[in-house]
T-cell receptor
Framework: DAKTTQPPSMDCAEGRAANLPCNHS???????VYWYRQIHSQGPQYIIH???NNETNEMASLIITEDRKSSTLILPHATLRDTAVYYC??????????????FGQGTELSVKP | GAVVSQHPSWVICKSGTSVKIECRSL??????MFWYRQFPKQSLMLMAT?????????EQGVEKDKFLINHASLTLSTLTVTSAHPEDSSFYIC?????????????FGEGSRLTVL
């Protein structure tokens, strides 16, 4: 699976958009970009995933560059409850190859009032 | 989304005893579940893949005789920490993949915090 690079920490003002970057320059053509987050002392929560096209759901938007070497997770209106560690994971579709997820260090997002 | 439940949420035990942690998929079947361990200020580390009706597959460096995994049904996997010692104190998290699911995500339990005295 391709390796990802994320900033260790970021701050965001409450109500503003939080833009979390992820570099995955060695991504292969059949690898997806998955985003999860982990609020302190809880299990990880799925946010969104995508292959090539930008994706949006009720939680966030995922913007993938045309060359697929990087992506950005956007929380449009961050709240204090969005404070968490955000993990960007690149791998083949979860229903292939056993489906296991390998977590990196992630980005610790702090949303401040 | 689908719900994965872990029990107990936290447990304190004496050194040398064994502790069992349960992971249940409440509203879906999961042939495959995964167990992770997380130390403070660190990321999740995959310990093993649990497969219903067969032996678990352990990641490199994880002692299979110390961390016993049983996946006896399509909705239940258990992790038993045998002869626990203080260094086994950690946050244990399970996840499950929906059988037949096409959305691609895994669902995680809330975690079980083990403290070994």
């Amino acid at each position: 699976d391709a390796k990802t690079t994320q900033p260790p920490s970021m701050d965001c003002a409450e109500g503003r958009a939080a833009n979390l970057p992820c570099n995955h320059s060695t991504i292969s053509g059949n690898e997806y970009v998955y985003w999860y987050r982990q609020i302190h002392s809880q299990g990880p929560q799925y946010i969104i995933h995508g292959l090539k096209n930008n994706e949006t759901n009720e939680m966030a938007s995922l913007i993938i560059t045309e060359d697929r070497k990087s992506s950005t997770l956007i929380l449009p209106h961050a709240t204090l409850r969005d404070t968490a560690v955000y993990y960007c994971i690149v791998r083949v579709a979860l229903y292939n190859q056993g489906g296991k997820l390998i977590f990196g260090q992630g980005t610790e997002l702090s949303v401040k009032p | 989304g689908a719900v994965v439940s872990q029990h107990p949420s936290w447990v304190i035990c004496k050194s040398g005893t064994s502790v069992k942690i349960e992971c249940r998929s409440l509203d879906f079947q999961a042939t495959t579940m995964f167990w992770y361990r997380q130390f403070p200020k660190q990321s999740l580390m995959l310990m093993a893949t649990s497969n219903e009706g067969s032996k678990a597959t352990y990641e490199q460096g994880v002692e299979k005789d110390k961390f016993l995994i049983n996946h006896a049904s399509l909705t239940l996997s258990t992790l038993t920490v045998t002869s626990a010692h203080p260094e086994d104190s950690s946050f244990y998290i399970c996840s499950a993949r929906v059988d037949g699911g096409v959305s691609g995500e895994l669902f995680f339990g809330e975690g079980s915090r083990l403290t070994v005295l």
